[in-house]
Nanobody, 118 residues
Framework: QVQLVESGGGFVQPGGSLRLSCVAS????????MSWYRQAPGKEREWVAH????????NYADSVKGRFTISRDNGKNTVYLQMNSLKPDDTAVYYC???????????WGQGTQVTVSS
């Protein structure tokens, strides 16, 4: 069964850190393109970061560059999003997405809530 399960969200004060996890089953994260997206209340879902197959090149949205790091553990078939220096604007539901090299969506996760507030 193809599945993505996110975890690690929560409530954090500005300047704090969280690490999100996305555990995959039914396919291999290292052979596909894994992405994180987020959706804030009243806004469209936006791309945050991705890591491609193989060597694992990464790319980030300008709004998170230098603060967030996407990585993967092939042995655990898991993708991570390390989020540092969090801001209130980072408050959103964060989703993990898997797609093939030719752009076909494999699966979206169910999302995990991140709230940044003092």
């Amino acid at each position: 069964q193809v599945q993505l399960v996110e975890s690690g969200g929560g409530f954090v004060q500005p300047g704090g850190s969280l690490r999100l996890s996305c555990v995959a089953s039914g396919f291999t994260v290292g052979s596909n393109i894994m992405s994180w997206y987020r959706q804030a209340p009243g806004k469209e879902r936006e791309w945050v970061a991705h890591i491609i197959n193989g060597a694992g090149a990464t790319n980030y949205a300008d709004s998170v560059k230098g603060r967030f790091t996407i990585s993967r553990d092939n042995g655990k078939n898991t993708v991570y999003l390390q989020m540092n220096s969090l801001k209130p604007d980072d408050t959103a539901v964060y989703y993990c997405k898997a797609r093939t090299l030719v752009g076909r969506t494999i699966m979206w996760g169910q999302g995990t809530q991140v709230t940044v507030s003092s």
